[in-house]
């Protein structure tokens, strides 16, 4: 379990831009006036992605416009990991370590991250990078997985990470994808099983003798 607390260096102030304030309107009006406050994770998630992190100005900021509670506000925002409560890198790496990552090298990611950046959300001396250790994407069959920018780079191991580090840290555009370039969860190298077209025509299917069916007989010419 991690400690979720409120960074201890806070803005005085926070503002939406005008695309943040025209997508917060935009989630708030998904709800009935009176039930307005269910657009609170909506709107830290607006926070966040404006940000990088939900500040307690902003936490603040969202208990006005829902007319809600600082406090509840601070609750949601504390309670789930996907909200940064302090500053994190341009990019942040979300290492997966549940168990099918962890038996797939997430360790050596993990060890690629601390060698580089030290310890969890330290943000690196230029800015741009800092990561966490995260429970399950939902991605194991491309096991390890490291999302950045919640888009999802699979089948790492260390030295496909760092190149990608590496390219991030040049300014390069890094796609999402396997690091096997195998696509989706299709098997590395392509289909290994059911490929042959034997098996979707027919042929290879023994005929069926149905005991309680007469047997076709012969026909004399
Ligand atoms: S365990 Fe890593 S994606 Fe599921």
């Not at 509840?72 to 099918?100: D, I, K, N, S, W």
């Not at 370039?181 to 025509?201: C, F, I, M, V, W």
Request: hydrophobic content about 40%; charged content about 20%; overall charge neutral.
């Amino acid at each position: 379990l991690s400690v979720r607390r409120l960074a201890t260096q806070q803005p005085e102030t926070f503002a939406f831009t005008p695309a943040s304030a025209e997508m917060a309107r935009w989630w708030m009006a998904k709800y009935p006036v009176e039930r307005r406050q269910s657009a609170v994770i909506p709107l830290l998630w607006v926070v966040q992605k404006q940000e990088g992190w939900v500040s307690e100005p902003a936490i603040r900021a969202i208990g006005e416009m829902l007319s809600m509670p600082r406090i509840r506000v601070y609750e949601v925002a504390t309670f789930y990991t996907m909200f940064h409560l302090a500053p994190v890198g341009r990019h942040h790496l979300q290492v997966c370590g549940t168990t099918p990552c962890m038996l797939r090298g997430a360790e050596d990611l993990k060890a690629v991250c601390r060698k580089r950046f030290g310890g969890q959300f330290e943000v690196s001396s230029d800015g741009l990078f800092s990561w966490e250790e995260v429970e399950c994407l939902g991605a194991c069959a491309n096991a390890p997985v490291v999302a950045i920018h919640d888009l999802y780079h699979e089948d790492l191991d260390a030295v496909s990470f760092e190149g990608r580090i590496d390219a991030l840290a040049r300014g390069d555009v890094v796609p999402p994808m396997s690091a096997l370039k195998r696509q989706g969860s299709a098997p590395d190298g392509g289909p290994k099983t059911l490929n042959s077209p034997e098996l979707y025509d027919g042929s290879l299917a023994a005929p069926i003798r149905l005991p309680n069916r007469p047997q076709p007989q012969p026909v004399e010419s």
